[in-house]
């Protein structure tokens, strides 16, 4: 059993002393505890008139105070000492219907769009795989010939391996190292423009390997040479 | 004739409301459809049926009751999240479809496409669907991933799903890299074979890693047979995984950023 710090049973201790001496003192005034302030506030105010010209009607209820009170104010407390709303409310509205309404209609028209396409256009299916025989150019799938691209500039480790490497670790590190608090678009003008140039960079990239990318992978123009490209 | 009036014969109608109504008063009927939904008897748009709808639904239940209201507009999220979700079932469906026709074996494989394409109901447009969803699939995760971004949504105390979300992209790319083999056409061999070659070159481990990949020194039946099972069971099980802890944390983060 844990012990009771003995400042708690002194603190406990006086409560109890003065509970008793105050009871007393209330005895010796008959109970009548209301600060003749308020009570002389009720009297003037119209329901303090109400009460005592009812009160010799219906006679005092049981329990009644002096003057027929049946309610005392015993404190008056100041709401922000015993509630604090930290939380401001926020405007909300219900998921079902609408938000499911929305996805259900995104959902739809993606179907209906991939339904469509399917429908008249084909996924490739080139000949057999053949290892004798290597197509020239041999190109990665799209979202990967940005990095082939790469290859053209740099050695094959730094291009395939650490270049896409350490752009993961700094997209996984982001909010790590964006140590401003703000999500507003004016407060971010210098990671907006960092992402905006790292995004722009890469589809330059991924547009050049794909469209301007020939035989041998070297450099064409598709208006001149033609499209080398499947997805 | 006063007595026909009061009680005349029940219409086919009415008789049709009465079964109705029995049926939806039956225990087993509301032992199927729980409280809020819309097949149960008496339902009424009201607002504890509003949130009956989601709380009883496994699906939706994946939302909150309610939602705060600039997350419902299209213009903020467009959607790209919700539809990279909807794409990978779809992806999903279409998916268990083509392994009925599939052998992932060098000798096998290309044949059994071509023989999905040219004899199996359907099977062309199932395999274009596939086909085209996994490209969309790249597109939405990689457009939702900038739209966070821009809206700063990665910013305390959504960190964490951040990173979810940069190692679900990768997977996903990974998801779509292992199925460009399995057509094992020259497009997928000698894209594999670019692909591949470039993780050859990691530092330190290159070779191993390479050996890992394909199954060999060379790419072939058991680099196929590899990306296979990676395709169909591995990747998708670890993406289900990741995407669980994603969607979790978004309501654990206290909802959708912003309102900007």
């Known amino acids: 059993m844990t012990e009771i710090p003995e400042h708690l049973l002194k603190r406990a201790q006086a409560a109890r002393d003065k509970a008793a001496g105050s009871s007393d003192a209330s005895a010796s005034e008959g109970g009548d505890r209301i600060p003749d302030a ?3 506030r009720t009297k003037a105010s119209g329901a303090g008139a109400a009460v005592v010209a009812a009160a010799p009607a219906g006679g005092v209820p049981v329990g009644a105070g002096p003057g027929g009170h049946t309610q005392r104010l015993l404190t008056v407390v100041k709401s922000g000492s015993i509630q604090e709303a930290k939380a401001a409310p926020v405007d909300k509205v219900h998921t079902w219907p609408h938000l499911l309404a929305v996805e259900f209609v995104a959902a739809l028209a993606l179907t209906a769009f991939l339904f469509v396409f399917s429908w008249v256009v084909n996924a490739p299916l080139l000949q057999a795989a053949d290892f004798n025989n290597t197509p020239n150019p041999s190109k990665a799938p799209w979202y990967f010939l940005g990095l ?27 909010p790590y190292l964006d140590r401003n608090a703000s999500n507003k678009p004016e407060d971010r003008k210098f990671m907006t423009s960092m992402m905006t140039m790292f995004l722009i960079f890469w589809a330059v990239l991924t547009i050049i390997g794909s ?3 020939g035989p041998g992978f070297n450099f064409t123009f598709p208006w001149r040479d033609g499209i080398f490209f499947e997805l | 004739m006063a007595k026909v009036l009061d009680n005349p014969r029940p219409t086919l109608k009415e008789r049709a409301a009465k079964i109705g109504a029995q049926i939806q008063g039956s225990q087993a009927w509301n032992s199927i459809f729980r409280p809020g939904s819309i097949f149960r008897k008496g339902y009424t748009d009201s607002p504890r049926n509003r949130s009956y709808v989601i709380m009883n639904s496994v699906l939706y239940h994946l939302h909150p009751v309610k939602v705060k209201r600039h997350a419902v507009k299209v213009s903020y999220t467009l959607c790209l999240g919700g539809l990279s979700f909807f794409v990978f079932i779809l992806l999903t469906v279409t998916g268990i479809f083509l392994m009925f026709f599939y052998r992932p074996t ?13 004899s199996v109901t359907f099977g062309l447009l199932i395999r274009n669907m596939h086909r085209w969803g996994a490209h969309i699939m790249v597109l939405t995760v990689f457009l939702h991933m900038a739209r966070v971004f ?3 949504a990665y910013k305390p105390p959504r960190e964490f799903n951040w990173v979810i979300g940069v190692v679900l992209l990768t997977l996903t790319l990974l998801l779509s890299f292992t199925g460009y083999l399995l057509p094992w056409d020259q497009l997928a061999l000698w894209a594999v074979t670019v692909g591949t070659n470039m993780m050859g070159y990691t530092p330190v481990f290159g070779s191993q890693v390479r050996f890992v990949l394909l199954g060999g020194v060379e790419i072939g039946s058991e680099t196929l047979l590899r990306w296979y099972v990676l395709h169909v ?11 669980a802890i994603h969607f979790w944390r978004v309501r654990k983060d206290g909802g959708i950023s912003g309102p900007l």
């Not at chain 1, 082939?148 to 395939?160: K, N, R, S, V």
């Not at chain 2, 060098?106 to 040219?118: F, R, S, V």
Request: net charge negative; glycine share 8%; hydrophobic share 60%.
């Open chain 1, 38 to 40: 308020l009570l002389d």
């Open chain 1, 148 to 174: 082939q691209e790469l290859l053209t500039m740099f050695h094959p480790m730094i291009a395939g391996v650490t270049l896409p490497g350490m752009g993961l670790v700094a997209l996984i590190l982001a």
């Open chain 1, 211 to 213: 469209f301007f990318r």
């Open chain 2, 106 to 118: 060098g000798a096998n494989a290309w044949e059994d496409i071509q023989t999905l394409q040219t």
């Open chain 2, 150 to 152: 821009y809206h700063g």
């Open chain 2, 233 to 243: 069971l591995m990747l998708p099980f670890v993406i289900v995984i990741f995407m």
